[in-house]
C-alpha cells in the first residue's frame, strides 16, 4: 500500500436489490480501461471532468477467433450512464468514472469481469478512500468520516459525521499542532544559542501555553462520551422491581416510534438491544432479552444482567409501581455515578388517580400511553447536543480518544519537566511526543504505518 501503486480499481458502490447500480473504476488507466467496453459517440478518455455520456457496454469479441457470421461481433450488455471525473478533481484524485448501469446481479458482475479483463483489478474495502487519502484529498480523520457517515440512522449522529467530515475537527487539530510545533522551534532556537545561556522561550508562558493546550486536548477527550454514545446508541437500562411495566413501557417506547430491532453483533447472542429514535437521537435499550424474560428467568442471572446494563447505562429509568409504592420513594439500591442521569419514574398512574408525586419524579401510565412524551423529552434533554449542533468538536471515534490520552499524559510529563528544570533539549523531546500523538488522528505531518491504514480501511466496505 503506496502511493504510487496506483492501478485500475473497480468496485460495485451499490448494495444489491436497487434499480439502478453504480460500479466505480478509479486510476490512472480508469476512463482507457472503460474505453474497451464502453461503446458511446467518443471516447471516454478525450471527454472533459464532470461529464456524462450514454453508451453501451459490451463484451468485445474474442481476439483470435472469427466472429460467426451470424453473431455480432460484439455482445452488449447494457445501455450505461458514465460519469466522467479528472484527475485531480475527483473522490480519489485519480482519473476515475462511475458507471450507471442496470441493477441486475447478472449486469453488474458481467460488468466487473469485463472490466477486469481490459485491465483493472478488484478493489479491497476502503481501497478508494485510502487512495483519497494518500492523495491528499483527505486527512485520516476524515477519511473515518466517510464510514461513519454511511452508517449514521440519526440526525445527530449524521451531524458528527459531516462535522468531521468537513474537517472542522482537523482544523482544530492543526491548530493545536502548531502551537506545539511553534513552542519545539523556540525551544530549539535556544539550543542552537546554548553557549550564549539565553532563554528564548519564557519558562512562564510556556507553561501557561501548554496548560491552554492541554485544557483543549482534555475537552476534546471529554467529549468523547457524548459522541461515542450519539453513534452507538444512548445506552439506556430500564430497572424495576417484577411487574413494575418494564416491558410494557418498553414495547410502547418502541412501537410508538417504529422501533428498528436489532440483534448487535458481539454481545451474547440471547440479550437483544433495541434501537429508538427520538428528536434525532438514537437510544439503545440495554438487556431488552433480560427485560422480557422477567417470568422464567434465573433469579441470579437476572440480578447479574440487570446490574452490568446499569453499569453500562448512560441513562437509567428506574420503574416504580404505583400500586406498591408508597409515599417516601426510598433511595435507588445501586450506585449512579455522575456521568450517569437517573430517571426515577411512577408507573400505573392509571390505578392511582389523584395522587401527587414527590418532586423530581415523573408520572406514567405505561398502560394508557399518559406521561410518555414527558419521559420522551426527559430522555432526549439527558443527552446535551448543543455543542453538537454548534459545530463544536466531539470526538466519536475510540482511536482517536485514545490519542488523544497519550497526547495529554504526554502532555503532563512535558509540564512535570518543565516544573523539574528538564533541560531544553529533553523538555523538547516531550512536546515532540504530543505533537506525534496528535499527528496520528489526521496522519498529516505523520508518517503513518502500513498497519494502522489496513487496520482503518478493513472496516471500509467494498466500493468505497
Ligand atoms: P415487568 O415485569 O416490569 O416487565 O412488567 P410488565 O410490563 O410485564 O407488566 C406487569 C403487569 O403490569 C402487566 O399485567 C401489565 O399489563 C401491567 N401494567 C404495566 N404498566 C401498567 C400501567 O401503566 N397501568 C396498569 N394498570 N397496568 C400496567
Known amino acids: 500500500m503506496n502511493g504510487t501503486d496506483h492501478d485500475t480499481i473497480v468496485a460495485p458502490a451499490t448494495a444489491p436489490g436497487g434499480a439502478l447500480a453504480v460500479v466505480r473504476v478509479s486510476g490512472a488507466e480508469a476512463l482507457a480501461v472503460c474505453d474497451r467496453i464502453f461503446r458511446g459517440r467518443g471516447k471516454l478518455a478525450d471527454a472533459a471532468a464532470y461529464t456524462l455520456h450514454y453508451g453501451r457496454i459490451v463484451e468485445p469479441a474474442a481476439a483470435g477467433l472469427s466472429p460467426d457470421a451470424d453473431a455480432p461481433a460484439e455482445r452488449t450488455i447494457d445501455d450505461v450512464l458514465v460519469a466522467v471525473f479528472r484527475a485531480p478533481h475527483s473522490y480519489t484524485g485519480e482519473e476515475s468514472a462511475e458507471i450507471s448501469c442496470h441493477g441486475s446481479q447478472y449486469i453488474v458482475s458481467e460488468l466487473l469481469r469485463l472490466l477486469c479483463r481490459a485491465g483493472a483489478r478488484m478493489a479491497s474495502p476502503g481501497e478508494f478512500t485510502i487512495r483519497a487519502y494518500l492523495n491528499g484529498k483527505m486527512d485520516l480523520s476524515q477519511a473515518e468520516a466517510v464510514t461513519d457517515l454511511i452508517a449514521s440512522s440519526s440526525r445527530a449522529a449524521h451531524t458528527l459525521a459531516t462535522t468531521q467530515l468537513r474537517g472542522g475537527y482537523s482544523a482544530d487539530l492543526e491548530a493545536l499542532r502548531e502551537r506545539l510545533l511553534e513552542l519545539v522551534s523556540l525551544l530549539e532556537l535556544e539550543l542552537d544559542f546554548s553557549e550564549e545561556e539565553v532563554e528564548?522561550?519564557?519558562?512562564?508562558?510556556?507553561?501557561?501555553?501548554?496548560e491552554q493546550i492541554d485544557a483543549r486536548i482534555e475537552a476534546m477527550r471529554r467529549s468523547f462520551t457524548l459522541g461515542n454514545a450519539i453513534k452507538q446508541g444512548v445506552a439506556v437500562a430500564i430497572v424495576g422491581a417484577p411487574n413494575a411495566g418494564k416491558s410494557t413501557l418498553l414495547n410502547r417506547l418502541l412501537n410508538e416510534e417504529r422501533a428498528l430491532v436489532s440483534d448487535i453483533a458481539g454481545t451474547t447472542r440471547d440479550v437483544i438491544e433495541e434501537l429508538t429514535n427520538i428528536d434525532g437521537v438514537e437510544f439503545r435499550f440495554l438487556d431488552t432479552a433480560g427485560i422480557r424474560t422477567t417470568e422464567d428467568r434465573l433469579e441470579r442471572m437476572g440480578i447479574e444482567r440487570t446490574l452490568s446494563s446499569i453499569t453500562r447505562a448512560r441513562i437509567i429509568i428506574r420503574l416504580l409501581?404505583?400500586?406498591?409504592?408508597?409515599?417516601?420513594?426510598?433511595?435507588?439500591?445501586?450506585?449512579?455515578?455522575?456521568?450517569?442521569?437517573?430517571?426515577?419514574?411512577?408507573?400505573?398512574?392509571?390505578?392511582?388517580?389523584?395522587?401527587?408525586?414527590?418532586?423530581?419524579?415523573?408520572?406514567?401510565?405505561a398502560k394508557t400511553g399518559e406521561g410518555l412524551d414527558t419521559l420522551r423529552c426527559a430522555l432526549r434533554a439527558a443527552v446535551d447536543t448543543q455543542a453538537l449542533y454548534h459545530g463544536d468538536t466531539v470526538v466519536s471515534n475510540s482511536r482517536h480518544a485514545e490519542a488523544l490520552t497519550a497526547a495529554h499524559d504526554a502532555l503532563l510529563r512535558a509540564l512535570d519537566g518543565l516544573r523539574e528544570g528538564l533541560p531544553t533539549d529533553l523538555l523538547s523531546e516531550e512536546i515532540r511526543q504530543v505533537i506525534g500523538h496528535i499527528g496520528t488522528i489526521t496522519g498529516r505531518g505523520q508518517i503513518t504505518p502500513d498497519e494502522v491504514l489496513q487496520n482503518i480501511f478493513s472496516k471500509f466496505c467494498i466500493g468505497k
Open 321 to 365: 409501581d404505583a400500586t406498591q409504592a408508597g409515599d417516601t420513594i426510598p433511595a435507588p439500591d445501586f450506585e449512579v455515578r455522575q456521568d450517569q442521569r437517573l430517571l426515577t419514574v411512577m408507573n400505573k398512574l392509571d390505578c392511582c388517580p389523584g395522587r401527587t408525586l414527590p418532586e423530581g419524579i415523573l408520572g406514567l401510565s
Open 200 to 210: 528564548f522561550a519564557d519558562r512562564t508562558q510556556l507553561r501557561e501555553t501548554m
